[in-house]
C-alpha cells in the first residue's frame, strides 16, 4: 500500500515539477511550485515523519511560495525580456531528457528497489526538537533574519525608481 501511496504521490510531484519548469507564466509558475511542496509533505506523510510533513507545509508550502509571489508582485514585468525570446529551448530540453534518462537507468541498475525495508521506523520527533530547541537555535534564528533581509533587499530593489530612489 505505501508503494502505490509513494507511487501516486511521486508522480504528481514529478508533473509539478514538470510544470514548474515549462510554464510560460510566472504566476503558473508559482502555484506548480507550492503543489510540488505539497507533494513532498504528502512523501513524507507515506515515509511515517507527520513533524517533517507539517514542516514543509508550513515553511516551504506557505512562507516560500508567499515570499516568491510577493517577490512577483513587486517587480515590474516589462523591465525583463521575454521568455519566447530565448533560442536555446530545445537543447536545454534534450539535455534535460537526456539527464532524465540517465538518472532513471542508473537508478534501475543499481538495485536500490529491491533494497528498500518494509519497516519504517518513525523519526525521534523528541530529539529533533531537543536539537533544535538547543543546538541550532541560534543558526535558525540567524537564518530567518538573513532571509528577513534579503526579502527587504529584494522590495527595495524592486521599488526604485531609474532616478535611483
Known amino acids: 500500500m505505501h508503494l502505490i501511496l509513494f507511487s501516486i504521490i511521486s508522480t504528481v510531484l ?4 514538470v510544470g514548474v519548469v515549462i510554464s510560460r507564466n510566472i504566476v503558473h509558475s ?36 508567499i515570499v516568491i509571489l510577493f517577490a512577483l508582485m513587486l517587480t515590474r514585468n516589462e523591465e525583463y525580456p521575454r521568455i519566447q525570446n530565448n533560442k ?9 531528457v537526456l539527464v532524465c534518462i540517465t538518472m532513471s537507468v542508473s537508478y534501475f541498475q543499481s538495485g536500490a528497489i529491491q533494497n528498500v525495508p518494509n519497516t519504517i521506523a518513525p523519526a525521534g520527533v523528541k530529539s529533533l526538537g531537543s536539537s533544535l530547541f538547543t543546538t541550532w537555535a541560534i543558526p535558525f534564528e540567524l537564518a530567518s533574519l538573513v532571509l528577513l533581509v534579503a526579502l527587504i533587499g529584494a522590495i527595495v530593489i524592486a521599488r526604485s525608481d531609474k532616478d535611483g530612489n
Do not use: D, H, R
Open 14 to 17: 514529478l508533473v509539478c515539477a
Open 30 to 65: 508559482a502555484l506548480f511550485l507550492l503543489f510540488a511542496l505539497i507533494s513532498v509533505a504528502g512523501i513524507y506523510l507515506v515515509l511515517l515523519t507527520e513533524f517533517l510533513a507539517i514542516v514543509q507545509l508550513l515553511i516551504y508550502g506557505g512562507a516560500i511560495v
Open 88 to 96: 536555446l529551448w530545445p537543447i536545454a530540453g534534450v539535455l534535460a
